[in-house]
Structures are given as C-alpha cells and as structure tokens.
C-alpha cells in the first residue's frame, strides 16, 4: 500500500548521498557551498528562524544559532542537488533564544501535527532528531566503556580503545488494528486526553517476526487471539528512534480482559463509530488520534471501505 502523504515524518525525500559519508574534504566543500542549510536543535527543540509569520526550519550552514567549533555536524543529505545537515546546541541555549525575536523554539510533535512544513522536510527533521538523540547517549562504547567519537558523517560511532564500530538504532514498534467483521479493537492509556482511543501498539522483541510481535501484544493487553497479519505501512517516530510497523490483524476470539498494567480501557467498536470518531462527530465524544498518525490512517483504511486481513491457507491453519 502506498505510503499516505499526510502521514507525518514518513515522506521524507533527500537524496541521502551516502557515498559522501567517508569523504570530509567533500563534505567540507558540501558545508561551504551557499545553498547548504542546517537543521539546528536545541536539546530535544528544533529551532526555527522566524521573520514575521514566516518560519523556516534550515539556517545557512556557516551561520546558525549558537554555533561554536565543538559541535559535530550531522550530514543528512541532498534537497534537489543542495547540502542539508543538522546540528545540537546546548540544551542550556533555550532561554537565551528564546529571548531573541527572529528564531523560535517549537517541539517537534508541534511542529508535526501543525503540519507547520513539506513532507520533505517533516522527514529529513525526524531523521536529524533520532540521530541526534542517538548520539547524545551512546558517548561510550558499549563493548569497552571508553568514549567513543562521531565517524561516517555522523552515522556512525567507533571507540579509539578497542576499534569497535557502532551504529544508529531504530526500535521496530507493531502498531494494528484487530478487526472481526464490522468491529475492530481500540484501546486507550490513561495520559491520553479525554475520550481519546488508538490503536494496540507495541515493541518487536528479539527473535520475533512482525505477525509474532502483533499477535503477542494483542493477546498480552487485551487477551484477544489473533489470526491474519496484513502489512500496511510504516512512520518513522523520532521520540526517540522508533519505526511504527502499521498492520491490519484478524482477531479470533471475542472476550476481553484488558492489562491494566498497559491500558485503563479496551473494547470493540463498530465501522461507523470509527467514522464518527475520525469525523469528531460522536455522541460521546470519543475520538482518534491526530492526523498525521499512522494510528488515524489505519482506522482510516478500515473504516472507510477496506482492509480486511488476507486468510492465507497457512495463516487458516495456524490461526485455528
């Protein structure tokens, strides 16, 4: 299935260039270059220039906030043919910036479910901040303990000591809707807003496939059994370096027994409260993420004219 467009941080389209990564006079000369722009955070904050009601995420690559000589540059890639990169300011930079008129301080998740820039840029911003945070806490070598340093255009880590490489993480999360027929399976955590209900999500262990880990966390938070597991499209979730796997799941069984540990609250819902939902226009006020989730466009999928989960002869025989 096509990756919706309105999905956010999941478009991102730079050329990421890798064949530059082990090349610093080249990204020396890409640094230099008058159309190179930087992406700059503050801590966990981007910053963004503002000039009037105009906001801009990328500062050219010689001039940025807070630039000092000790601050690893991060090279994410090419926009059209130009230089993007990003960096992290001191966290302790906030107030003094947010002091100055001409840039500002949002949070990512603002920024997103403002839909404040393109999809292009949504994505190279999510990328930059899972890096950054990557970075800011693997300083050591997890073989040795001794520090390690930036290589590979910061995508890489290697510890002097002992020679060890490291690399990026990506945290692999099954997000699903269980579906039977015209119901499908919505739960909700108590720091949501009121009224608010997702769908079931959940961490990939080791040595698990995708259907292993969705048929698992559905039986774990809601004791439904689980048969069909339908890939439909994946988001990248900088907070902080998460990869949501989007499926559709058959559920086989109908008695509920929620873990209160995880969830206050689980329960079936019909097609149309779904629509309802998504709407804003429910009797009860219930409602469903925001829209640039993938949570919003798996409900979306199902309840306005599709995704069923394929019933293979294999996924029949063991999902009995």
């Known amino acids: 299935m096509k990756t919706p467009d309105t ?5 991102g389209r730079y050329d990421r260039a890798a064949y530059f990564r082990d090349q610093p006079e080249e ?3 890409l640094a230099r270059r008058p159309d190179a722009r930087t992406f700059v955070f503050c801590g966990d904050v981007p910053v963004i220039a503002r000039q009037g009601e105009a906001l801009d995420p990328l500062f050219p690559t010689r001039d940025y906030p807070g630039a000092g000589s000790d601050q690893d540059m991060i090279f994410l890639g090419l926009d059209s043919g130009a230089p993007r990169f990003a960096v992290e300011i001191p966290a302790q930079l906030t107030e003094p910036l947010n ?3 001409d840039v500002v301080l949002i949070d990512q998740r603002s920024v997103a479910t403002q839909d404040l820039f393109d999809g292009a840029t949504h994505g190279a911003m999510a990328t930059a901040k899972a890096l950054m945070f990557w970075h800011r806490t693997h300083g050591f070598c997890g ?3 001794k520090p390690s340093v930036v290589a590979k255009a910061g995508w890489q880590r290697n510890c002097p000591a002992c020679g060890a490489q490291h690399f990026p993480r990506t945290d692999p999360v099954v997000i699903m809707l269980a579906v039977d027929g015209e119901r499908c399976l919505l739960g909700r955590q108590g720091r949501f807003a009121p009224g608010w209900y997702s769908c079931l999500a959940g961490f990939v262990e080791p040595g698990e496939t995708i259907e292993a880990a969705v048929r698992r966390e559905v039986k ?4 439904i059994e689980v048969g069909a597991v339908d890939y439909l499209f ?3 979730w900088p907070f902080p370096e998460s990869l949501m796997i989007g499926c559709l799941a058959e559920a086989t069984s109908e008695a509920i027994t929620v873990d209160t540990s995880e969830l206050e609250d689980v329960r ?3 097609r149309e409260d779904v629509r309802l939902m998504i709407a804003g226009t429910h009797p009860d006020g219930l409602h469903v993420p925001v829209r640039m989730s993938i949570a919003s466009h798996i409900l979306n999928v199902w309840a306005n004219g599709g995704g069923e989960p394929a019933r293979t002869d294999w996924q029949m025989a063991t999902s009995k």
Do not use: V
Not at 7 to 11: T, V, Y
């Open 234 to 236: 994946s988001q990248p």
């Open 220 to 223: 774990e938070e809601a004791d």
């Open 99 to 101: 002091l100055q008129e």
């Open 27 to 29: 990204l020396a000369a």
């Open 143 to 145: 073989q040795c303990g």
């Open 7 to 11: 999905l956010g941080f999941a478009n």
């Open 268 to 270: 079936w819902f019909s």
